[in-house]
C-alpha cells in the first residue's frame, strides 16, 4: 500500500492514471460504447459526409463529434482508432525492445565479430526508411495492421540495440561483470540479469518517446498511402484522411481524433516516467 | 561571339535602365508571375513522356504544332501542314521562327529533334511511345518535314505536338545535365531559360524575338509544390500568384476569399470502374463460403447493371468531389469527338438493382474487393471507400483496398498476373484527341501484339465494337470517324463493358485580378494567365 | 590503427553488398517502374522495348551483377524521371536537406538542454513532469499536421514567414546555403522547428536523467559540501559531464533525422533528399532509391563509426575515474 500511494505522490499522475485507465476501458469497450460500427461499409452513408459535431442527420441520428468525409461518425471512429492505435504502437513497441534490446546485448557482450556483423546490420537498418519497407510490404501482402506493425518494428528495433548496445559496453568493463563471469555464470544470465538492469535508464526514455513515434510512424505511413486500409482508420489514419480538410474549415475530422491522442499519450508519459522512478533500483528515495 | 554581343547589349540595356530612374522616369513595372505546380519537370526535352512535362517544353523548345486549351491542333513551328497521300504528311516551317540563339528553325532541326526523341538512351518513359505509327521522317527541304505512317493515321498531328523541336546542333551533342545548367536549353518556344533549381524551381523570362503571339510575363517562375494542401497555402499566404492542380475540397473556402480567384473548367478524363468480365473465376470474388464463386457474377449482365444502378453518382460529385465534376453516362468526355450523344443517364436506383441482383441469383450478395489507387487521381481513396459504402448498400460484401500506384500499376498492367476484380480508372484523350485513345486502349479486346487493349483490365472482349474501333483508328475524315467512334462507345456502354462514374475537372486558382484559361488536358500554361480587365 | 581501418573499410563494404541486395530484391517486389512511369497511352511494344534496353527484363541475379559491375565505374544509374545520374541527383539535393537538419539540431539542442537542465534541477517540481511530458507532444502527433498547423498560424494567420520553398540562397565555397540570406532563414523557420520536434524530446529527456543521476554522485555531493553554489555545479560540473553522451547520441538522431526530413520536406515544399526520395519512391524511380539508399547506409556507417570512436575516447565516467 505504501508502494502504491508513494506511485501516486501527485495530483498529476494521478489524473494521468485516471485518463489512462478511462482511455483503456473506452477502447476496450468499444463496440458497446460507439453508436455505429465505423468499419461496417453498409452502416456508412456518404450523404452525412462532414456533418460538424452536435448535427443530426436526416434521419435524426445525433453526431456527437461530427462525421467524417465518409460519414463515418467521428466519436465511434475514435473509440474504435484507439484499439487500433495503441494496439500497434504498444505490440510494436514490445516486439522492437525485446528484439533491438537482445540484440544489443548480445553485441556488447560478445564484442568482436559478433558485435561487428550486428552492428553493421543495424546500421543497415537505420538507413531504410519506414515507407519503402512499407510499401514493399504492401506490394508483396497488400494492407493490413499487420503489416504497419512490422514496418514500424523495422524501424524502431535498430535504435534500441545501438542505445542498449552503448550502455552495455560501458557496463561491460566494470568489475561487477568481472566478478560474475570470474563465478562462472552463463551469458546470458550476465547479460540479462547483471548488465540489463544497469542499461535500463536510457532503454526507458527511448522506449517511451518510441511509443509515442510508432503512433505518429502509423499516421505518417498512412498519409503517405502505404498504412492501414483506409476502412479500419487509427487515430492516426483518421488525422491523415482529416489533412486535407484542415484549410477547408473541417477542422472536427482531425482535430478530435488529434486531442485524444494528445491526451493518451501525455498521460502515457507520466504514468511512464514515475514507473521509472519508482522501479529504478538507482531512485534516490 | 553572338553571346559576347548579347551580353554587351544587355550590359547597354540595364545602363539606360538605371540612367531613366536616375531621371526620375519609372520604367513600367515588369511583369513577373509565380506558378506553383504540382509536377516537377525532367529539362532534357526528350527524356520522359508526360502530359506535364509537354507543357513545359511546349513554353521553353516549342514543338511543330501545339494543342490548344481543348487539345485542339494549332499551327507553331509549321504554319501549315498537307496530306500528300493517305500516309505522308508535308509540314511547312514558319520561315520566321527562331531559336533563342537567333539561328532559324530548319527541317534539319525538326528530324534531328525526333531522332533524339525515338533514339535517347536510357530513357524509360521514351517519347517512342508517343510516335506509334510514324514510320519515318525526312527533311524535303530547308522549310519542309515530311512524315510517313504506316496505316492512315488520324493521330498524327496529336502524336507530333509531343516533341520539342531543339537546334540539330544541340541534339546531336547535348547530355542531359547541360538542360539542367541551361547550356543546352535552347529552344523556340516563348519563353527562355534562366534557371533551374530541381525540386525546387524552374525560372523562364520572355523570348522578345518570338515569332508568334508575344508572351505575356517578362519574367515566369514554376515552383514546384507537390502537397496539395502547402499548395493551397502557398497562395493563400501570398507566395505564389498561381496555383494548379487545386483540392476541390478547398473550393469553397478559396472562392470565398476576396483576395483569390477561381478557375474551373471540365477536362478529357472519365473516371469509371472496370468490372472483370473476362474469367470464369475472379481472384476477388468469394461466396459466402469464401471460396471463390464460379462462375464469376460480373459475366452476367444483371449483375453490372445493379452494380451501375447502385452508385449515385451525383452524391459523388457532390459529397466527394465538392462539385468538381459532372455525372457520366459512358467513358468518353461530351467535349471530346467520339462522345456519343443522346444516351440516357444512368439512373440510381437501389430497388431495382437489389430486384436485377436478387434475379440473377445473387440476393445475398458476394464478396468483392475494390481496387484503386490512392495517389494517381484527385481524392481517388475516397472516392474508392464511397463507391465501397454505395455496393455496400445493394447488399455486397465489401473490402477496399486503395494502394499507392508504384504497386497497383504494375499490378494490374502485367496482364499476366490477378489483376483485378473490380478497380477504378480513369482515362483521357490528351494523346489523340478523340475518343481514340480511351478506346483501344481500355475497351478494344486485350491484344498486345497488335497494341490493342493496354488498360482493358477487365479483359472485356466484343468482336464488333472491336471491329468499329479499329476502323475508326483508320478513317482520316474527322466527322467519319466520330461517327464509328461513338457507336462503338455506345456499344460498350449499353453491354456495361465499363461502369462510368463521372467527368472531372480542372481547377486552378489565382490571386484576384488574374485570369486564368484552363486546358482540358490539365497543362498549366504561363501565356494563359493574364491580367484581368 | 591501418589494420582498423582497413578492418572497418571492408566491413563497409559487405554492408553496402548487402544493402544493395536487399534494396534489389525489394523494388523487384513492388514491381516492373515502367507500368508506372510511361504515360498510359503508351503502346505495349514500346513499353516492351523499353524494358529490354533498360536490361529490366533479365533475371533478378543478372539485372544485380549488371548493376555492380557498373557501379565499380562509379554509375548507380540514370534517374529515370531527372535525366540525372542519380549520384548526382543525389549530392544536388543534400546541401538543402543538410542544412534543414543541422538546423533543426541546433534548435533542439539550444531549447532542449536548458530545458532538461531546468527539469533534472527541479526534480519532482510539476512544472519538471509538465516540461517533459509537452515535449513528447511534438513527437506524439504526426509530423504532416503539425507541419501544417505550423503553416495556418504562422504564415497564414500571422504572416511571419512564407508558406514554404526555400527562399534564396548564398553560395559559399560552391555549396549552396540558406543560412546566410534573411529570405533563406525565413524560408527555414518552419521546417527546421518542425523537424527539431523529435531531436527536443530526446535532448529534454536526455538531459534531465543525466541530471538526476549525477546529482547522486559523489563529485557533486563533494562540490556541495565545498559550498559551490547549485547553480554553478549544474553549469560548471554537471552540464560538461552530460553533454558528451548528448552530443554523441545526436550523432545518431542526425542520421535518424534525414530519414524523417521526408514528410517536412514534402509539406513545405523544401527541395532535400526526404522529397527526393519519396518522390522516387512514388514513381518507382528505380535508380534514385537504390542510390539513396546506400549513400545513407553509407552515412550511417560512417557516423556510428565515429560515435565509436568518440564513446571509446572520451566517456565521462572513464574520464571521472582517471581523474580521481
Known amino acids: 500500500m505504501g508502494k502504491l500511494s508513494a506511485f501516486t505522490d501527485s495530483k498529476l499522475v494521478l489524473l494521468a492514471i485516471g485518463l489512462l485507465g478511462i482511455t483503456i476501458l473506452a477502447a476496450l469497450f468499444a463496440p458497446w460504447i460507439a453508436p455505429q460500427d465505423p468499419y461496417d461499409l453498409a452502416q456508412l452513408y456518404i450523404l452525412d459526409a462532414r456533418l460538424p459535431p452536435l448535427t443530426r442527420n436526416a434521419d435524426g441520428t445525433l453526431f456527437l463529434l461530427g462525421t467524417d468525409d465518409q460519414g463515418r461518425d467521428v466519436f465511434s471512429a475514435v473509440l474504435y482508432g484507439l484499439r487500433i492505435s495503441l494496439g500497434v504502437a504498444f505490440v510494436a513497441t514490445a516486439i522492437a525492445v525485446v528484439l533491438g534490446t537482445s540484440i544489443g546485448l548480445l553485441s556488447a557482450y560478445a564484442g568482436g565479430r559478433t558485435d561487428a556483423v550486428l552492428m553493421r546490420i543495424v546500421d543497415m537498418q537505420l538507413s531504410f526508411p519506414a515507407v519503402l519497407i512499407a510499401l514493399m510490404l504492401v506490394a508483396l501482402l497488400g494492407t493490413g495492421i499487420e503489416k504497419v506493425t512490422i514496418a514500424i518494428v523495422a524501424v524502431q528495433w535498430a535504435r534500441y540495440a545501438r542505445t542498449v548496445r552503448g550502455a552495455a559496453m560501458v557496463e561491460r568493463e566494470r568489475e ?53 486500409p483506409i476502412t479500419q482508420p487509427s487515430l492516426g489514419l483518421l488525422i491523415a484522411n482529416g489533412y486535407p480538410f484542415m484549410l477547408s474549415g473541417n477542422y472536427w475530422l482531425s482535430i478530435y481524433p488529434g486531442l485524444v491522442l494528445i491526451a493518451v499519450i501525455i498521460a502515457i508519459n507520466i504514468v511512464g516516467d514515475r514507473l521509472r522512478e519508482v522501479l529504478n533500483p538507482r531512485s534516490e528515495r | 561571339m553572338r553571346e559576347d554581343r548579347q551580353s554587351k547589349l544587355k550590359h547597354l540595356v540595364a545602363v539606360a535602365g538605371l540612367a531613366l530612374m536616375a531621371i526620375g522616369v519609372i520604367p513600367a513595372q515588369a511583369a513577373e508571375i509565380t506558378i506553383a505546380t504540382r509536377s516537377e519537370m525532367t529539362m532534357d526535352p526528350h527524356f520522359f513522356w508526360s502530359t506535364p512535362n509537354r507543357a513545359y517544353n511546349v513554353q ?26 493517305e500516309t505522308t504528311w508535308d509540314f511547312q516551317l514558319d520561315p520566321e521562327a527562331r531559336f533563342h540563339n537567333g539561328e532559324p528553325v530548319t527541317a534539319a532541326d525538326v528530324v534531328a529533334s525526333f531522332d533524339r526523341a525515338l533514339n535517347l538512351p536510357n530513357a524509360a518513359a521514351s517519347y517512342k511511345g508517343a510516335l506509334r505509327g510514324v514510320t519515318g521522317f525526312e527533311a524535303v527541304d530547308q522549310e519542309t518535314v515530311r512524315f510517313k505512317t504506316a496505316k492512315p493515321n488520324p493521330a498524327l498531328l496529336h502524336q507530333i505536338a509531343q516533341v520539342a523541336i531543339i537546334p540539330a546542333g544541340v541534339a546531336g551533342t547535348a547530355r542531359q545535365a547541360d538542360f539542367i545548367s541551361g547550356k543546352a536549353a535552347i529552344g523556340a518556344g516563348p519563353y527562355r531559360f534562366v534557371e533551374f533549381k530541381p525540386g525546387d524551381r524552374l525560372v523562364l523570362e520572355r523570348n522578345d524575338k518570338y515569332f508568334g503571339d508575344q508572351p505575356k510575363w517578362d519574367k515566369v517562375v514554376f515552383r514546384v509544390i507537390s502537397d496539395d494542401a502547402a499548395r493551397v497555402a502557398a497562395l493563400l499566404g501570398g507566395d505564389v500568384e498561381v496555383i494548379d492542380y487545386v483540392p476541390p475540397v478547398d473550393v469553397a473556402r478559396l472562392e470565398a476569399d476576396p483576395n483569390i480567384a477561381v478557375h474551373k473548367g471540365t477536362t478529357d478524363r472519365t473516371m469509371y470502374l472496370i468490372p472483370d468480365t473476362g474469367r470464369n473465376q475472379s481472384p476477388y470474388v468469394l461466396g459466402a463460403d469464401g471460396k471463390p464463386l464460379v462462375p464469376n457474377p460480373m459475366l452476367d449482365f444483371r449483375v453490372r447493371k445493379a452494380m451501375a444502378m447502385a452508385i449515385d453518382r451525383q452524391a459523388l460529385v457532390d459529397r466527394v468531389m465538392d462539385g468538381a465534376g459532372v455525372p457520366a453516362n459512358q467513358n ?5 469527338l467520339g462522345h456519343a450523344e443522346g444516351m440516357p443517364p444512368l439512373a440510381f436506383d437501389l430497388d431495382q438493382a437489389r430486384n436485377l441482383l436478387a434475379e440473377a441469383g445473387y440476393a445475398d450478395g458476394f464478396d468483392l474487393t475494390i481496387h484503386c489507387t490512392n495517389d494517381r487521381y484527385v481524392n481517388d481513396g475516397r472516392l474508392c471507400q464511397a463507391i465501397g459504402q454505395m455496393l455496400a448498400r445493394l447488399g455486397l460484401r465489401m473490402t477496399v483496398e486503395a494502394l499507392p500506384k508504384a504497386v497497383m500499376f504494375p499490378k494490374i498492367r502485367d496482364h499476366q498476373g490477378d489483376r483485378t476484380s473490380l478497380m477504378m480508372l480513369s482515362f483521357g484523350s490528351g494523346t489523340s484527341g478523340d475518343a481514340g485513345g480511351a478506346l483501344t486502349h481500355t475497351i478494344h479486346s486485350y491484344a498486345p501484339d497488335r497494341g490493342f487493349g493496354t488498360w482493358n483490365i477487365g479483359h472485356y472482349s466484343n468482336a464488333e465494337i472491336d471491329a468499329l474501333i479499329e476502323e475508326a483508328a483508320a478513317t482520316l475524315d474527322a466527322e467519319e470517324r466520330g461517327k464509328v467512334q461513338s457507336q462503338a462507345v455506345k456499344r460498350a456502354i449499353e453491354d456495361l463493358a465499363v461502369i462510368p462514374l463521372f467527368y472531372t475537372s480542372v481547377i486552378v486558382a489565382s490571386r484576384k485580378g488574374l485570369e486564368y484559361q484552363v486546358h482540358a488536358d490539365q497543362s498549366t500554361i504561363a501565356d494563359s494567365v493574364s491580367k484581368s480587365e | 590503427m591501418g589494420a582498423f581501418l582497413v578492418r572497418l573499410l571492408f566491413q563497409g563494404i559487405v554492408t ?27 503502346p505495349a511494344e514500346v513499353v516492351q522495348e523499353t524494358l529490354r534496353q533498360l536490361g529490366l527484363d533479365r533475371p533478378l541475379h543478372e539485372q544485380y551483377v549488371r548493376f555492380v559491375l557498373s557501379a565499380l565505374r562509379g554509375d548507380l544509374g540514370t534517374s529515370y524521371v531527372h535525366a540525372l545520374p542519380s549520384l548526382e541527383l543525389i549530392a544536388s539535393r543534400l546541401p538543402a536537406t543538410l542544412e534543414l537538419v543541422v538546423a533543426g539540431l541546433v534548435i533542439a539542442f539550444l531549447v532542449g538542454v536548458p530545458l532538461g537542465l531546468l527539469a533534472g534541477y527541479m526534480a519532482n517540481n510539476w512544472l519538471a513532469r509538465l516540461i517533459s511530458s509537452l515535449s513528447i507532444l511534438g513527437i506524439s502527433l504526426p509530423t504532416f499536421w503539425i507541419a501544417l498547423i505550423m503553416i495556418i498560424v504562422f504564415s497564414l494567420e500571422l504572416g511571419w514567414v512564407p508558406t514554404g520553398g526555400r527562399g534564396d540562397v548564398a553560395t559559399v565555397l560552391g555549396i549552396e546555403t540558406s543560412l ?5 532563414l525565413a524560408h527555414m523557420a518552419l521546417p527546421a522547428l518542425a523537424l527539431s520536434l523529435f531531436p527536443l524530446a530526446l535532448i529534454i529527456r536526455l538531459t534531465r536523467a543525466g541530471v538526476r543521476e549525477h546529482n547522486r554522485m559523489d563529485y557533486v555531493k563533494f562540490a556541495r559540501a565545498m559550498g559551490i553554489s547549485p547553480q554553478r555545479i ?8 552530460i553533454l558528451i553522451p548528448i552530443v554523441t547520441m545526436m ?43 546506400l549513400f545513407v547506409v553509407t552515412m550511417f556507417l560512417v557516423i556510428s563509426f565515429i560515435v565509436d570512436l568518440i564513446t571509446a575516447a572520451l566517456d565521462p565516467r572513464i574520464r571521472l575515474v582517471k581523474a580521481s
Open chain 3, 251 to 293: 550523432g545518431l538522431i542526425f542520421g535518424t533525422l534525414v530519414a524523417f526530413a521526408v514528410v517536412t520536406e514534402t509539406v513545405f515544399a523544401w527541395p532535400g533528399i526526404g522529397k527526393l526520395i519519396i518522390d522516387s519512391i512514388k514513381v518507382s524511380d528505380r535508380p534514385v532509391i537504390i542510390a539513396y539508399l
Open chain 3, 16 to 42: 553496402l553488398l548487402v544493402v544493395s541486395i536487399i534494396i534489389f530484391v525489394g523494388v523487384f517486389a513492388i514491381g516492373n517502374p515502367l507500368y508506372v512511369l510511361v504515360d498510359p497511352s503508351a
Open chain 2, 60 to 85: 521553353l523548345y516549342g514543338s511543330l504544332v501545339r494543342l490548344d486549351e481543348r487539345i485542339r491542333v494549332q499551327p507553331m513551328l509549321a504554319k501549315s501542314w498537307e496530306l500528300v497521300d
Open chain 1, 176 to 228: 561487477y561483470v568481472e566478478a560474475a563471469q570470474c563465478l562462472a555464470y552463463s551469458p546470458s544470465r550476465v547479460m540479462f540479469r547483471h548488465i540489463l538492469p544497469n542499461c535500463m535508464a536510457p532503454l526507458s526514455i527511448l522506449a517511451t518517446v518510441e511509443v509515442a513515434s510508432a503512433i505518429s510512424i502509423e499516421a505518417t505511413l498512412s498519409f503517405l498511402g502505404v498504412g492501414l
Open chain 3, 180 to 184: 546566410l540570406t534573411a529570405s533563406g
Open chain 2, 332 to 336: 468518353v468526355a461530351p467535349a471530346v
Open chain 3, 234 to 241: 549544474l553549469v560548471s560540473y554537471v552540464l560538461r559531464n
